[in-house]
């Protein structure tokens, strides 16, 4: 079986739009089903609907806009990002193919359980959709509701399982195309803030904890895809060092620099699959 693996990071997704969009516009899709993660989820949508573009303004013009993001709220005790009033607005006005998206391969989008700390995997479906978009993008303690689902109450998927490589390999994916939303060479570094956050999240403690152990988790997605099991092939799609995207970037220049980053790499990684390059490694992680 083959997969297609999508990172989140709020605005970094930016480079997996860009990366996606070149997907759907030379019509590759040769993927058994989609596993995502926050902003990557939201990618995905955009993809399997076959609708080039959509992740693009939604990431460019709502997650841009006051609406979404507003430090001054936060401070007053609100939502520093409003992921319900994105997921909204984006289907309102981007609204999607549905029919093209739910007759597509199926996507599987990663919550954290607040009450486990681990991570739910739901199929998305005409009836939780916009649900299972608010819960795998509801970052902890910026965001303060809980959107709950069948098996309970979530917050960002990336909190428990940021790249669900393993869980991709875990379901049968021998063929996994990952797209990274930070360069191959990142490692995600322990941070004391780390621990305030666990602080902060003490009416959760198994976030709190999940908050702690996100790094060694992290690291290990990033080891796997390194070095992936012996029936295996993995396949990395990253942006370069010069990938200027933090997750709350919101200038226009950067995003639209890491957009046509993502286009790049994108059309990269195509002329590879297809020999233009020449290559004949079949787990080449480091030339795409």
Same mark, same amino acid.
């Given at each position: 079986m083959k997969a297609i693996v999508v990172e989140g990071g709020a605005m970094r997704g930016i480079f997996a739009a860009g990366v996606l969009d070149q997907f759907i516009?030379?019509?590759? %899709?040769?993927?058994?089903? +989609?596993?995502?993660?926050?902003a990557g989820v939201s990618n995905l949508v955009g993809y399997l609907a076959k609708q080039s573009g959509r992740s693009y303004q939604v990431i460019t013009q709502l997650a841009? /806009?006051?609406?979404?993001? @507003?430090? +001054?709220?936060?401070?007053?005790?609100?939502?520093?990002?409003?992921?319900?009033?994105?997921?909204?607005?984006? %289907?309102?006005?981007?609204?999607?193919?549905? *029919?093209?998206?739910? @007759? @597509?391969?199926?996507?599987?989008?990663?919550?954290? %359980?607040?009450?486990?700390?681990?991570? *739910?995997?739901?199929?998305? @479906?005409? *009836?939780?959709?916009?649900?299972?978009?608010?819960? !795998?993008? +509801?970052?902890?303690?910026a965001y303060k509701q809980t959107p709950?689902?069948?098996?309970?109450?979530? !917050? /960002?998927?990336?909190?428990? *399982?940021?790249?669900?490589?393993?869980?991709?390999?875990?379901?049968?994916?021998?063929e996994i195309t990952v797209i990274l939303s930070h360069p191959l060479s990142y490692q995600m570094p322990e941070r004391k803030s780390a621990l305030v956050f666990k602080r902060?999240?003490?009416?959760?403690?198994?976030?709190?904890? +999940?908050?702690?152990?996100?790094a060694r988790r992290y690291n290990q997605s990033l080891e796997f895809i390194r070095h992936p099991p012996v029936d295996a092939t993995i396949r990395v799609i990253a942006p370069s060092q010069t990938f200027a995207v933090k997750r709350l970037t919101m200038k226009q220049v950067l995003l639209e620099q890491g957009y046509q980053m993502g286009r790049s790499k994108g059309q990269q990684h195509l002329a590879t699959r297809q020999g233009v390059h020449g290559l004949t490694r079949e787990n080449c992680h480091f030339c795409v």
């Open positions: 516009e030379q019509n590759y %899709n040769p993927f058994d089903f +989609a596993l995502g993660v926050s841009t /806009d006051k609406q979404f993001y @507003n430090p +001054a709220r936060f401070l007053k005790g609100g939502n520093l990002v409003d992921v319900k009033w994105l997921v909204t607005q984006s %289907n309102q006005q981007y609204p999607l193919d549905t *029919d093209t998206l739910f @007759n @597509n391969i199926p996507l599987i989008a990663t919550a954290t %359980n607040i009450e486990t700390g681990r991570a *739910d995997y739901y199929q998305v @479906n005409a *009836d939780n959709l916009e649900k299972v978009l608010e819960a !795998t993008s +509801a970052l902890p303690i709950c689902l069948s098996h309970g109450c979530y !917050t /960002d998927g990336g909190v428990a *399982d940021s790249i669900p490589v393993i869980e991709a390999y875990r379901r049968g994916a021998r902060l999240l003490k009416q959760y403690p198994k976030i709190g904890d +999940a908050m702690v152990d996100r």
